[in-house]
């Protein structure tokens, strides 16, 4: 690929740090090379591949830390009668959406199994690179369980081979399971230990998977290299439970208590708050009845919440829940953050170095610094300025990811 010089722009590497104006940024193959102020950071000779970011602002390519690439809505008639394989095939476009928007990284939480993976990686298909749970675990009766009163089971992950059921109970069948979903190629094991909004037969604060059933399940996990276990917990016993039990994020958690953020502080617990599912619950029309009922008992608290846990140190990562709102409109969290307190430049830390520490991942992404992986995003506009402007998928002009462009639609 040769070496690329992006110049003319304002850069936030997403350490946190100050902007830096008159950027100048060094692309050499998939690498960053190096980054400073043009003055410092000269055009390197004449085979380089020249980019002006227009004045624009230069990002590290964006993470999303909770997406389902496979699914978007609910529309449940639609989803009875869909052909399976068309899912894969709606996929492609929920992932270029998802890199259109800027974001060149996602932790898939249930879905995504590793063809689509491995897809993306031989260059098939353009995607995020993606770390996968394949699936979501959860007991009998639980958030993942899709049984109605009808005999119909509504299975957002139906198990297939590269996908295993989810269901399990006891603490040899947690066992047991996640060894499936690691032999099935799981990055990350998701469990449920909570009900949640848009699950038929439970309600977010109801408590799934007993201590027991969770320790089991961060231990086997952990044999395998360390590999880290991620919660859907809404209700505050389920999260209490997963934090103790050493589960290294909370998805959601809706209802958070003091006990609750002061035992994130001690483990050290990332919180992933996808302020904007609740809120996409309710703009999409073709949500069911339980799910929209539920949605509206929890967004107020949902948002006080995230808000205590901001105000005491929580370290928070970005993610959205993507499938419950269209793919590509993940942007759309960041003012929600700004929201509950977070400054625009908090919110972009999120959803690059701290998101890649969430993934731990931050050795490659989430910060423009030399060494690491060449994903870069250029805005049209000033996020620090104006957060929002970020949503609009036609300000993110260029987007590149592993050093190769993706999207270019500058004037």
């Not at 899709?146 to 198990?159: A, C, I, K, V, Y």
């Not at 928070?316 to 003012?335: F, K, Q, S, Y």
Request: net charge negative; proline share 5%.
């Amino acid at each position: 690929m040769g070496q690329t010089y992006i110049h003319n722009g304002t850069l936030i590497d997403g350490t946190g740090r100050a902007p830096i104006q008159d950027a100048a940024l060094v692309i050499d193959d998939n690498r960053i090379k190096a980054v400073g102020t043009a003055a410092d950071l000269p055009r390197p000779g004449r085979d380089v591949t020249d980019v002006d970011a227009g004045g624009g602002t230069i990002l590290p390519g964006l993470i999303d830390t909770h997406v389902h690439l496979m699914m978007e809505g609910l529309n449940i008639p639609e989803m009875i009668t869909r052909p399976f394989s068309l899912n894969f095939y709606r996929a492609v476009d929920h992932m270029r959406r998802t890199i259109n928007a800027g974001v060149t990284t996602v932790r898939d939480a249930g879905g995504a199994d590793l063809g689509i993976k491995q897809a993306v990686e031989e260059g098939l298909v353009v995607g995020p690179r993606m770390q996968i749970s394949i699936t979501a675990l959860s007991i009998t009766g639980g958030h993942g369980d899709g049984w109605m009163p009808s005999g119909f089971s509504l299975d957002l992950f139906p198990p297939y081979p590269g996908m295993p059921d989810p269901i399990c109970d006891g603490v040899e069948g947690v066992r047991k399971k996640v060894r499936e979903v690691l032999r099935a190629g799981a990055e990350v094991v998701k469990i449920c230990s909570t009900g949640g909004v848009l699950s038929p037969t439970d309600h977010p604060e109801f408590t799934q998977f007993s201590p027991d059933e969770l320790a089991v399940i961060v231990q086997e996990a952990a044999y395998r290299r360390g590999v880290k276990v991620m919660s859907h917990a809404q209700g505050v016993e389920g999260i209490k439970n997963a934090v103790r039990a050493g589960i290294h994020s909370i998805e959601h958690g809706i209802f958070l208590d003091d006990e609750a953020i002061g035992l994130m502080l001690e483990h050290g617990t990332f919180l992933v708050p996808t302020l904007l599912a609740p809120l996409a619950v309710l703009e999409q029309a073709e949500m069911p009845e339980y799910g929209v009922r539920k949605a509206r008992e929890t967004i107020e608290i949902h948002s006080e919440s995230i808000a205590k846990a901001y105000e005491a140190g929580v370290t928070i990562a970005m993610g959205t829940d993507a499938a419950v709102m269209p793919h590509g409109t993940n942007l759309r969290e960041l003012g929600l953050m700004c929201n509950i307190g977070m400054s625009p430049m908090e919110a972009i830390v999120a959803t690059t170095k701290t998101a890649a520490e969430c993934l731990g991942w931050q050795d490659r992404v989430g910060t423009l610094e030399a060494g690491k992986l060449a994903d870069v995003v250029i805005a049209a506009t000033d996020p620090l300025a104006d957060i929002r402007s970020l949503e609009n998928v036609d300000n993110i002009r260029v987007v590149i990811q592993d050093g190769r462009v993706l999207k270019d639609i500058r004037e």
